[in-house]
């Protein structure tokens, strides 16, 4: 049986221009994953059981498709650190955190993303800075003072 639309094609296989090989298209709302649930749905139990019968048989790929779908997977979660950050500048600050990791309170993956947090704030609070001197600075250019 030759399909309906074999007669719309040009030689080189591909259709005509203004020509759609499937002129009516996919249903709107149809994804190519949704109708594979709904020709699987149906037999949805039997796979179930088919697929705990050759995991309990030995079959290596049904035992891991079935502890992939019983048991989520194991991400890595954080836990609080608590630490002691002495009073003075940014310098001192990264020099206790280095002597955490050192002593080993704190891993080296935290001491890190402290660090960078220092070297953030760091950041900040010198735009911060910069921003009040500007000011001053224009508010006195303003005022007429000249001397500096």
Known sequence: MIPENTEKKQTCGRFQKGQSGNPRGRPSG???????????????????ETAVRL???GDVGAMKLCLDRLLPSFRPTEQATSFF????????????????????TLTPGEGTQILSGIGTLARV?????LTRRIEALERNDSNGDTTN
């Open 30 to 48: 149809v994804t190519r994953k949704l109708s594979l649930r709904m020709l699987l749905e149906p037999h949805g139990q039997q796979l179930i």
């Open 85 to 104: 950050l002495p009073e003075g500048g940014f310098a001192d600050q990264g020099r206790s955190i280095l002597e955490a990791i050192a002593a080993g």
């Open 125 to 129: 609070v010198e735009t911060d800075e």
């Open 55 to 57: 995991a309990l048989s």
